[in-house]
């Protein structure tokens, strides 16, 4: 899959998503938003084909982490994250860095139907777990759940452990509870 063809920067923020959105600060950002859509490491992305390229010392990465997303951003001021409010304030949040590398921005649907895909096929997940990673939004609690049903509705989480990485300032004890219910 090929990148996605943005405009360059105008007056309209509103540039629907459609398809892999690799990190570039010299377009406009597309309005992505979680549930539908979901950011992971390049690592990852190399790892499910939906990007090119090699990985240093090994051919893939054993965890799929999937990050909720939204055009404005984490509402957190967390010091160690790349996400903060006070970081690369220049660049559209879909831009920033989370961790040292780009996360290319990724359809959930796409991302669920390629690893369901491998495990049907026989030949296995590359992938030992996936993690989904909470940031403070309105929405992320919700989302979470949507992003985990998508998953379980599709992949048994005995064949592959889901881990959250939550957010505690938004959840209550019911809501872990749910998500382990999942």
């Known amino acids: 899959a090929g990148g996605l063809q943005v405009p360059l920067e105008s007056e309209d923020a509103a540039v629907a998503p459609q398809g892999v959105y690799l990190p570039n600060n010299n377009v406009l950002t597309p309005q992505m938003r979680s549930p539908e859509y979901v950011q992971m490491s390049n690592a990852a992305a190399i790892t499910l084909g939906i990007m090119a390229g090699k990985m240093h010392r090994c051919g893939c990465t054993r965890c799929l982490n999937l990050l909720l ?88 989480p005995a064949a592959i452990p889901v881990s959250i990485l939550s957010n505690p300032t938004t959840m209550e004890r019911a809501d872990v509870q749910g998500l382990k219910d999942l």
């Not at 010091?79 to 970081?87: F, I, T, V, W």
């Not at 026989?122 to 609690?141: A, E, K, L, V």
Request: proline share 6%; aromatic share 8%.
């Open 69 to 156: 997303t939204y055009p404005e951003g984490c509402r957190a001021n967390c010091a160690y994250c790349g996400l903060a409010r006070h970081r690369e304030a220049d660049r559209d949040y879909a831009d920033r860095n989370f961790i040292r590398v780009d996360w290319p921005a990724v359809p959930m649907a796409v991302v669920v139907d390629k690893v369901a895909g491998d495990i049907q096929s026989g030949q296995g997940s590359p992938f030992h777990r996936m993690c989904i990673s909470m940031i403070t939004h309105p929405r992320s609690d919700a989302d979470t759940v949507a992003v985990l049903e998508a998953w379980t509705a599709k992949i048994d």
